[in-house]
Nanobody, 121 residues
Framework: QVQLVESGGGLVQTGASLRLSCAAS????????QGWFRQAPGKEREFVAA????????YYADSVTGRFTVSRDTAKNTVYLQMSSLKPEDTAVYYC??????????????WGQGTQVTVSS
């Protein structure tokens, strides 16, 4: 099994920055990508950003391109999501995920417990 443990959520004001972290452990052999999804109240879960296991390739949703940066520390098996210029519509529970494809959202089979991000206006 693969364990994903997130940290870094919180309450911030519009325009602020926040960094999320997610450490992976367990049987990670065969995984290709680690990423972030989010789910706002009353909405479906949506993809945010992902990075491949080497940290060389990234992939973003249009809604966060230019504001969020995803990166991976291979030595720590940890993925980060640096969020800047936060907006109230970024408010959601953010989930870390790991899977076998960078761009195929259905390949993400392992999930963290989620961390709340709230952006006040």
């Amino acid at each position: 099994q693969v364990q994903l443990v997130e940290s870094g959520g919180g309450l911030v004001q519009t325009g602020a920055s926040l960094r999320l972290s997610c450490a992976a452990s367990g049987r990670t052999f065969g995984l290709y990508a680690q990423g972030w999804f989010r789910q706002a109240p009353g909405k479906e879960r949506e993809f945010v950003a992902a990075v491949d296991w080497s940290g060389d390739n990234t992939y973003y949703a249009d809604s966060v391109t230019g504001r969020f940066t995803v990166s991976r520390d291979t030595a720590k098996n940890t993925v980060y999501l640096q969020m800047s210029s936060l907006k109230p519509e970024d408010t959601a529970v953010y989930y870390c995920a790991a899977g076998t494809s960078l761009t195929n959202h259905d390949s993400y089979k392992y999930w963290g417990q989620g961390t709340q991000v709230t952006v006040s206006s």
